[in-house]
């Protein structure tokens, strides 16, 4: 027979209610008393319905994560982070993909709305107002994406585009091309804005080739345009599209470094394992997801009581974050970057910093807003 909570009440000697109140609104019980109920709990191997739980709380203690695209290796380390860091909130994760399909992602936040306590939105297709409009129904958390006065975890491409441009122009390059994202994404247009300003501080003029679907075929497919347009180096908008570009290179009897150099964007295991070894902008996708579940679970915290829980977050009096956070990215250089053509021995030509790797949880570079109400 399955322990209940009458058996845990017995057990501990308080009165049902008690038992309820300790794991629905622990603040309102006795620590001595919460304590003895928890231990009796633990003892006979008690675990609290969560259905039952959600009716007197509000609270699903689910959260919905809704991301681009859950083949891209970018998201798996982002997810596992987001889930273990739920998990120790007491929190459980639902993911769902919608394939870069903007109607998707619309549709999966109306029906996971009434399930969960909020939605992690991970580089989302849709507008920034649609976005908004659809935070009104269930507190939202954006991931990879500005949105004004919504919460948001970003991570700072812009940067990262800089100083893979800024390493490009150190070793001569002066023709470079860029293979943009999908339309639509937030991130590629970071990356398109940075490296341009940095081709321009640098003398150097910047093709741009898309957009582009983020995959591996979608780099492939652009080998023969860069062969074509004349480049010497290119920045790809994520790392599948850097490998896709290197093996569609290879095919075309393009060397990388030699003839072209090659820089990605996201550090993903696969561009350690490449030939030649990839030279990547790391993003720090793990601290992302655990920011985000953090800055989810602090709106919800901040609504008023009886105002938490299932759609309610946002409702009028309730309070909620529009902190938007910056998290720094860093520059690996590995193989597949060398001296343009032409510009003499790569001991002579390489300059900027050497191999490393960004901290985990990553730092944030910036921070604006806060914990207000709006």
Same mark, same amino acid.
């Given at each position: 027979?399955?322990? #209940?909570?009458?058996?845990?009440?017995?057990?501990?000697?308080?009165?049902?209610?008690?038992?309820?109140?300790?794991?629905?609104?622990?603040?309102?019980?006795?620590?001595?008393?919460?304590?003895?109920? &928890?231990?009796?709990?633990?003892? @006979?191997?008690?675990?609290?319905?969560? $259905?039952?739980?959600? &009716?007197?709380?509000?609270?699903?203690?689910? *959260?919905? @994560?809704? /991301?681009?695209? *859950?083949?891209?290796?970018?998201?798996?380390?982002? *997810?596992?982070?987001?889930?273990?860091?739920?998990? +120790?909130?007491?929190? +459980?994760?639902?993911?769902?993909?919608?394939?870069?399909?903007?109607?998707?992602?619309?549709?999966?936040?109306?029906?996971?709305?009434?399930?969960?306590?909020?939605?992690?939105?991970?580089?989302?297709?849709?507008?920034?107002?649609?976005?908004?409009?659809?935070?009104?129904?269930?507190?939202?958390? =954006?991931?990879?994406?500005?949105?004004?006065? &919504?919460?948001?975890?970003?991570? %700072?491409?812009?940067?990262?585009?800089?100083?893979? /441009?800024?390493?490009?122009?150190?070793?001569? +390059?002066?023709?470079?091309?860029?293979?943009?994202?999908?339309?639509?994404?937030?991130?590629?247009?970071?990356?398109?804005?940075?490296?341009?300003?940095?081709?321009?501080?640098?003398?150097?003029? @910047?093709?741009?080739?898309?957009?582009?679907?983020?995959?591996?075929?979608?780099?492939?497919?652009?080998?023969? +345009?860069?062969?074509?347009?004349? =480049?010497?180096?290119?920045?790809?908008?994520?790392?599948?599209?850097? /490998?896709?570009?290197?093996?569609?290179?290879?095919?075309?009897?393009?060397?990388?470094?030699?003839?072209?150099?090659?820089?990605?964007?996201?550090? /993903?295991?696969?561009?350690?394992?490449?030939?030649?070894?990839? #030279?990547? =902008?790391?993003?720090?996708?793990?601290?992302?997801?655990?920011? $985000?579940?953090?800055?989810?679970? !602090?709106?919800?915290?901040?609504?008023?009581?009886?105002?938490?829980?299932?759609?309610?977050? #946002?409702?009028?009096?309730?309070?909620?974050?529009?902190?938007?956070?910056?998290? !720094?990215?860093? @520059?690996?250089?590995?193989?597949?970057?060398?001296?343009?053509?032409?510009?003499?021995?790569?001991?002579?030509?390489? =300059?900027?910093?050497?191999?490393?790797?960004?901290? %985990?949880?990553?730092r944030p570079s910036a921070a604006t807003g806060g914990a207000v109400a709006s």
């Amino acid at each position: 027979m399955p322990v #209940t909570i009458r058996d845990v009440a017995r057990a501990s000697g308080v009165h049902i209610s008690t038992v309820s109140r300790t794991f629905s609104a622990p603040h309102l019980v006795n620590p001595e008393t919460r304590v003895r109920v &928890l231990a009796c709990a633990e003892d @006979l191997g008690y675990r609290p319905n969560r $259905a039952a739980r959600a &009716l007197i709380t509000g609270r699903t203690h689910n *959260i919905g @994560l809704i /991301i681009a695209d *859950i083949a891209n290796p970018f998201f798996p380390p982002l *997810i596992k982070a987001a889930e273990g860091q739920a998990r +120790h909130r007491d929190y +459980h994760i639902f993911v769902a993909d919608t394939n870069e399909d903007p109607m998707a992602e619309e549709e999966l936040v109306h029906a996971l709305a009434k399930q969960v306590d909020g939605v992690l939105l991970c580089s989302p297709r849709m507008s920034n107002s649609l976005i908004e409009q659809l935070s009104r129904e269930v507190p939202l958390v =954006v991931i990879n994406r500005q949105v004004a006065g &919504l919460p948001c975890v970003m991570m %700072d491409v812009g940067q990262g585009a800089r100083s893979a /441009i800024e390493h490009l122009v150190g070793l001569g +390059h002066t023709a470079i091309g860029l293979l943009s994202g999908p339309r639509g994404s937030w991130t590629s247009r970071e990356i398109r804005r940075s490296a341009a300003a940095a081709a321009r501080a640098g003398g150097a003029e @910047l093709t741009v080739l898309g957009p582009n679907p983020p995959t591996e075929h979608g780099g492939l497919a652009l080998a023969e +345009h860069v062969q074509r347009s004349g =480049v010497t180096a290119v920045l790809a908008y994520n790392d599948l599209m850097a /490998i896709g570009l290197i093996e569609g290179l290879d095919a075309l009897g393009v060397r990388v470094p030699q003839d072209v150099s090659v820089v990605g964007i996201d550090d /993903i295991a696969l561009s350690r394992l490449t030939r030649p070894k990839l #030279t990547t =902008v790391a993003t720090p996708a793990g601290a992302a997801g655990r920011t $985000a579940v953090d800055m989810l679970l !602090q709106q919800d915290t901040d609504a008023p009581r009886g105002l938490r829980g299932v759609g309610r977050g #946002t409702a009028v009096g309730a309070r909620r974050t529009t902190a938007q956070v910056m998290l !720094q990215t860093e @520059l690996v250089i590995r193989d597949s970057t060398g001296p343009a053509p032409g510009t003499g021995s790569p001991d002579a030509v390489r =300059v900027g910093p050497g191999p490393h790797r960004p901290a %985990d949880p990553g730092r944030p570079s910036a921070a604006t807003g806060g914990a207000v109400a709006s």
